[in-house]
């Protein structure tokens, strides 16, 4: 109620606040020096803010608005033009007020500028860039007015026309092409595994590798080579993958800082730097992944699963991808609230994820998701172990080696723990990264404020290509 009268009731000026004053004045002139002369003045310095707040209230704006973002679709850290098309529906002209376009935080609202003035029927085109700085699905609008009596005695903020939603991906880097280096899964150095790409036909027999199904065994090779030889004359389109993305709050904390409401939205927004790379790199290596013919699965810290069959889903995914509240499966300790990223299809107001953008098996207890559990039933519908790709933050003991043991059921594991800048040597992330380690997995502790590139960077001496 308070924010609803804040907002759409009138408010005087300074000029309105001015008469109001003087009309208090004259009265208290008027008792004392006993002039009633000064009644009928004083009336009519009262009444000029007390008649344009009336006359602002009982007006309706008679415009009608359409909003176009180009592109449709922004990533992080562009730019988006945004045009109105205004239309006036009323019997006069449209009146005099400045616009504004709202828009939901952590986005800013657009500069405020004088609202042009035409006639019946006519449609007018606003203009106005935004800058899409942080990922998320974000709410833009309502067209927002602020109308004056002619006095300039009050003036009253309108709301017109509906909002839209604005997708902002998060920004994505190119991997290179070409051999992936991972650890076996058994605690072995790094081997070279050459990926072919969707629809590649490889019409030789290679040698037998850690995680090829034997239903690829060709045994006529094997016999004649004296060692296990796979087929590659069927085309490489039944190939798994895994990413796993840590969303829990707690994993995140260190790295948060809150935005405050723009008008128009419900509350304070919350927005964290090392979760935001770790999204943006789980995307990218999904991305990478897609495009060499792997079927990708992603995987988060409540057990959600979500198997992307194009690029552009990937991408929709990954803007609704949220902060989870999940004690078990982030850090013990604090937790903070999650972020939103506003409203849109797929995703309900408070930016939640739809279940059927994502469904959840019961993988996740109060001790944290069961990894394990999860990556046995992507081997076991994909035929041959995946490579693991996990992007983490600080993880509860529990999730940690339940991460650890998902080694065995992985071709090969490469883990990225993501710290806030000045933290790369964090007593937990290096404990983290012993405990990966030991287990089969190839770990890395990389700042949000590092460059994607330094995450596939040197590994034991050796170039880490993804």
């Given amino acids: 109620m308070v924010a609803f009268v804040r907002d759409r009731m009138p408010r005087p000026t300074l000029r309105g606040w001015g008469f109001l004053v003087a009309g208090v004045a004259l009265l208290v002139v008027m008792e004392v020096l006993q002039r ?25 704006v008679p415009l009608e608005v359409e909003r176009r973002f180009t592109p449709e679709l922004a990533f992080a850290g562009t730019e988006v033009e945004v045009e109105l098309l205004v239309t006036n529906t009323g019997l ?85 092409r070409g051999a992936v280096r991972l650890a076996s899964g058994s605690g072995s150095a790094p081997s070279s595994r050459q990926v072919g790409g969707a629809g590649e036909q490889d019409v030789i027999s290679r040698k037998y590798q850690t995680g090829d199904s034997m239903r690829r065994v060709n045994w006529p090779a094997s016999a004649r080579f ?27 904390a260190a790295g948060r800082r809150q935005f405050s409401a723009s008008f128009g939205s419900a509350g304070p927004f919350g927005f964290s730097a090392p979760f935001e790379w770790a999204v943006s790199m789980s995307t990218s290596i999904a991305l990478h992944l897609l495009g060499e013919g792997f079927q990708v699965r992603l995987i988060d810290s409540i057990g959600a699963r979500f198997s992307p069959s194009s690029p552009e889903e990937l991408l929709l995914h990954a803007a609704r991808t949220t902060v989870l509240e999940s004690a078990g499966s982030g850090a013990a300790g604090s937790s903070s609230a999650g972020s939103r990223t506003g409203a849109g299809d797929g995703a309900d107001p408070d930016g939640s994820v739809h279940a059927g953008a994502a469904h959840a098996d019961p993988l996740h207890t109060d ?30 003991d529990a999730s940690l080696h339940s991460l650890a043991g998902a080694a065995r059921f992985s071709s090969g594991a490469v883990a990225i723990i993501v710290v806030p800048p000045g933290a790369a040597e964090a007593s937990w992330a290096v404990a983290e990264r012993e405990v990966l380690e030991s287990a089969g997995w190839t770990a890395q502790i990389i700042t949000s404020d590092d460059a994607p590139s330094a995450a596939w960077g040197t590994v034991d001496g050796e170039r880490l290509a993804l």
Wanted: glycine share 8%.
């Fill in 36 to 60: 009633r002369d000064f009644a009928f003045l004083a009336l009519v310095v009262l009444a000029l803010p007390v008649l344009g707040a009336v006359g602002v209230s009982l007006y309706r």
């Fill in 367 to 396: 001790a944290g998701i069961d990894y394990r559990l999860a990556l046995s039933r992507t081997e076991s519908a994909g035929g041959d172990l995946p490579p693991v790709f996990a992007v983490i933050g600080r993880l509860a």
């Fill in 92 to 176: 006069f002209p449209s009146p005099e007020a400045v616009w504004f376009d709202a828009v939901a935080g952590p986005l800013a609202a657009s500069p405020r500028a004088d609202l042009p003035k035409f006639s019946r029927g006519r449609t007018d085109r606003l203009h106005y860039t935004l800058e899409a700085r942080h990922r998320g699905v974000h709410v833009v609008g309502p067209l927002t007015l602020l109308i004056s009596d002619p006095f300039g005695m009050v003036v009253r903020r309108t709301p017109v026309g509906g909002v839209d939603v604005l997708t902002v991906t998060p920004s994505t880097v190119p991997l290179p």
């Fill in 226 to 252: 004296g060692e296990l030889m796979v087929r590659q004359d069927d085309q490489q389109n039944d190939q798994h993958a895994v990413v796993i993305l840590d969303c829990a709050a707690a994993g995140y």
